[in-house]
């Protein structure tokens, strides 16, 4: 009886956390899809998701390896984040919403969902203000 019990203790959440993880993908690749970037299907893999999200900010691929320096990877992300946001006509100030304890990540979640499903949000790399060294 406690084996059963411990069982669906441990399914269910890990249940919910793959579906969470398919629903990001999704939006990810969405996203990707309205930037027109071609491998857009990299969202649904776990590391190399971050390929076309800078290839949508104008970033070279080899970018990602700042993802190995501990702190400086935290930085990358939210600049990588916030240029992402404003590529879709969104205001960079949102993700501070991220920072909210326990609901922050889901807002952000509702965010992108939004700017995935909506028609009002769209690609333009005009919005690139930096200099980049890739373009296509």
Do not use: C, D
Not at 34 to 50: D, G, M, R, T
Not at 108 to 121: D, N
């Amino acid at each position: 009886m406690f084996i059963e019990h411990a069982y669906y203790q441990s399914a269910v959440p890990s249940t919910v956390y793959v579906l969470l993880y398919l629903y990001t993908s999704t939006v990810s690749f969405i996203l990707f899809r309205k930037a027109q970037v071609e491998l857009a299907w990299f969202a649904y893999i776990p590391f190399l998701s971050l390929i076309p999200l800078l290839w949508t900010i104008g970033k070279s691929g080899w970018n990602i390896l700042w993802t190995f320096i501990p702190i400086v990877n935290i930085i990358f992300y939210l600049l990588w984040t916030s240029r992402f946001l404003r590529v879709f006509g969104m205001n960079p100030w949102v993700l501070l919403l991220f920072f909210i304890p326990t609901i922050g990540p889901l807002i952000f979640l509702v965010i992108l969902s939004v700017m995935a499903f909506s028609p009002a949000y769209y690609y333009s790399s005009q919005r690139i203000t930096w200099t980049s060294s890739y373009r296509r």
